[in-house]
């Protein structure tokens, strides 16, 4: 059975430079998603982590073991983030951040497998923010790519 990893074959949206800001186009992609609120080290921040992850484990291996027979690599952790006024970025002040939580799934993940996945992680963990858990389509389209290395204050001070 042949592993796919999506990262290899999106390579130009998960391969970003540290060097350049690229324009790519972001195709219309299948995602699990919890929105929330405050920074990356707040208790919501956590509990949609600790939601997402044990779903998207799960819907590999329903994928792998049922009738599709498909393996695929478990997609990284990516977030869209938003503010009412966005010169919280630069300030610092982390309680008023937005941001959408998604894990990418391939095509061939359906609704149905995802209601199973959720039931299942249901019964073993139960995370605090599990009903949250949406299946979501989204086409960002045309966006700036850049990849940052190092404290999130220092990009926001470049921006």
């Not at 982590?49 to 498909?70: M, R």
């Not at 199973?116 to 605090?128: G, H, L, S």
Request: charged share 25%; hydrophobic share 40%; glycine share 6%.
């Amino acid at each position: 059975m042949q592993k796919i990893d999506f990262k290899k074959e999106l390579k130009h949206l998960y391969k970003a430079s540290a060097k350049t800001i690229e324009i790519v186009n972001v195709p219309r992609l299948n995602y699990l998603a919890v929105e929330g609120g405050g920074g990356p080290n707040s208790t919501d921040f956590q509990q949609a982590i600790e939601a997402l992850y044990p779903v998207s484990y799960t819907l590999k291996f329903i994928a792998k073991k049922g009738k599709l027979g498909t393996d695929f690599v478990v997609m990284p952790l990516e977030g869209l983030w938003w503010a009412e006024d966005m010169s919280v970025f630069t300030t610092g002040e982390k309680d008023k951040w937005q941001w959408q939580l998604m894990i990418m799934q391939p095509e061939f993940i359906t609704r149905a497998m995802v209601d199973e996945a959720v039931d299942q992680v249901r019964a073993k963990k139960n995370p605090v923010v599990l009903e949250e858990v949406k299946f979501i389509q989204l086409e960002e389209g045309k966006c700036a790519q850049t990849l940052h290395i190092g404290p999130l204050k220092t990009k926001a001070q470049r921006l």
